[in-house]
């Protein structure tokens, strides 16, 4: 086997070419990396205020599709260590799978858990899932007129053309335009404005600007939110991780900007790869934003769906980070 040079992987992706991360001796792309591992995520629920009525929560499981293959999914709930009935539902709009459940005066800890044995595939833009028109309209926090308009046409990204060399130029520009930063306040709502005016945040920031700028160009794209892991066979993540994709007519393109923006002072080739390839290290939880679960929730739509997410009488309530835990193992 034969891995391909720094310099000809970069020179081939700054021209848009889609390549693997290495060919065989006969010239053909290798068959994308895959890796199998079970997962385990975990949620507790505090015990509501004395007099709570009804408690209402939901965590996300685990999506199925052309990269992500889910077995021997367990889903299962205790309040106080005691079983309670908890459902699997699907929202309409993008799919997204979760478990629900709802206690009437509840008194105690409600935890939930799920474990699943996950395949996941490298994603090199082969992914063929469905078109939704919501990967081309706004989001609360992303808008497609205004700036993100202005945006487009400053970088001769409208209209038609190579949909692909479209989504390269907006790619570069987000990159160059943004620093990843957690410190400064207003990171991590995925707020397209806020990114243009500070050019810092994580990674629902940076994929915020792509996202505005891209579908105010007319190119669809998606919005994904996920767990990260390690290239470790066992380990624990903190948080989530999202990345993106636009379509160019026929399959599903991947972009991974705040992965890239992070290497690529020391390794600009490997920041090059971020575009159109995925590595297999992650889990892919929802899609979308401005999502309503299933049932709904009394509150408003949430932003992304990662996270554990609870409503005590309809009203939401905090879930301390100490209470959510995600798992891999091999």
């Avoid at 060919?23 to 507790?44: H, L, N, Q």
């Avoid at 890239?260 to 297999?280: E, I, N, R, S, T």
Wanted: with cysteine.
């Amino acid at each position: 086997m034969k891995t391909l040079a720094v310099g000809a992987l970069a020179s081939a992706l700054c021209l848009g070419i889609g390549v693997s991360a290495s060919r065989s001796d006969a010239g053909e792309p290798d068959a994308p990396a895959r890796r199998t591992f079970t997962f385990v995520y975990e949620a507790k629920f505090p015990k509501p205020a004395e007099g709570a009525a009804r408690l209402d929560a939901w965590v996300p499981l685990p999506a199925v599709d052309d990269l992500q293959e889910v077995a021997d999914l367990k889903v299962s709930a205790t309040l106080d260590g005691k079983d309670v009935p908890v459902e699997q539902t699907t929202d309409a709009t993008y799919g997204n799978r979760m478990a629900h459940v709802g206690l009437d005066k509840p008194a105690g800890e409600l935890a939930m858990r799920w474990s699943a044995r996950i395949t996941r595939t490298a994603d090199v833009g082969q992914g063929k899932g469905p078109m939704n028109a919501r990967f081309t309209q706004a989001d609360r926090l992303v808008p497609i007129d205004g700036k993100a308009a202005a945006l487009a046409a400053e970088l001769g990204v409208k209209g038609d053309g190579d949909v692909l060399a479209r989504g390269r130029t907006i790619y570069e520009s987000v990159l160059k335009t943004m620093q990843y930063d957690k410190e400064t306040p207003g990171w991590g709502k995925g707020d397209f404005d806020r990114a243009c005016d500070v050019g810092k945040g994580n990674c629902t920031d940076f994929h915020a600007k792509f996202i505005g700028i891209g579908r105010a160009a007319g190119i669809p794209v998606r919005f994904t939110m996920g767990i990260p892991l390690s290239t470790e066979p066992k380990g624990k993540a903190g948080g989530y991780h999202c990345w993106a994709h636009f379509f160019d007519g026929k399959t599903w393109i991947p972009v991974d900007i705040s992965e890239a923006q992070k290497v690529v002072a020391k390794d600009p080739a490997k920041a090059q790869w971020f575009f159109g390839h995925l590595d297999p290290d992650r889990l892919t939880l929802s899609v979308g934003r401005d999502l309503t679960l299933v049932p709904a929730q009394k509150g408003p739509p949430l932003l992304f769906f990662a996270y554990p997410y609870a409503e005590v009488d309809g009203k939401a309530v905090d879930v301390p980070k100490e209470n959510r835990s995600f798992t891999w193992d091999s």
